[in-house]
């Protein structure tokens, strides 16, 4: 039996020590971490490293269930996949037990907080967009693309995928730049 632990952060300015040193303590052999969204559980190749290679006996170590998924349904997916392998999820922070009816019933509250505080956030930033658009500060990104040297190729000859090729760009955004342009 070995005790797996996981790490994560949502972007490169945070940082993992924390997690890195409770998970240690807690006694797991293996650690592995990563830098990337809770949002989903598509692009962590850690976790899914884990969900492939842990066996029966095994235990997923995690500090807070937020650190696994953000979401419930991702979060009842992981247990799943831990349940169907033989291995069990412990976190060092929350008193999460699998095994039992009101241990599997306070885990799915943990993950039904942790969507709605992600849900929450994104509510706040839309807010915040809409406000700095009010006000005229908010312009968005900046363009990457030229409208006018996309019409100069155009006037060339040149179609949109040649376009699309030569400024390394995807085939939409020519037409959407050419779309730009008054007929």
Do not use: H, W
């Not at 949002?39 to 290679?53: H, M």
């Not at 943990?110 to 930033?125: D, P």
């Amino acid at each position: 039996m070995a005790a797996i632990g996981y790490g994560r952060v949502s972007s490169t300015g945070q940082d993992l020590t924390v997690q890195l040193q409770a998970l240690k303590a807690a006694g797991c052999t293996i650690v592995r971490a990563e830098k990337v969204s809770g949002t989903s559980t598509q692009g962590r190749a850690e976790l899914a490293s884990i969900l492939e290679f842990i066996r029966e006996g095994d235990e997923l170590v995690v500090t807070r269930v937020d650190r696994l998924a953000r979401s419930i349904g991702d979060l009842q997916d992981i247990v799943r996949a831990l349940k169907a392998r033989g291995a069990t999820l412990r976190a060092t922070e929350q008193p999460i037990d699998t095994s039992t009816a009101a241990g599997k019933c306070f885990l799915d509250m943990l993950g039904v907080f942790a969507e709605f505080e992600t849900n929450l956030r994104r509510e706040r930033q839309m807010e915040g967009i809409a406000k700095a658009k009010a006000a005229g500060v908010y312009k968005g990104r900046p363009a990457t693309i030229d409208p006018e040297k996309v019409r100069e190729l155009r006037a060339q000859g040149m179609g949109a995928s040649e376009i699309a090729k030569a400024l390394k760009i995807g085939r939409a955004s020519v037409y959407r730049a050419l779309d730009g342009q008054a007929s």
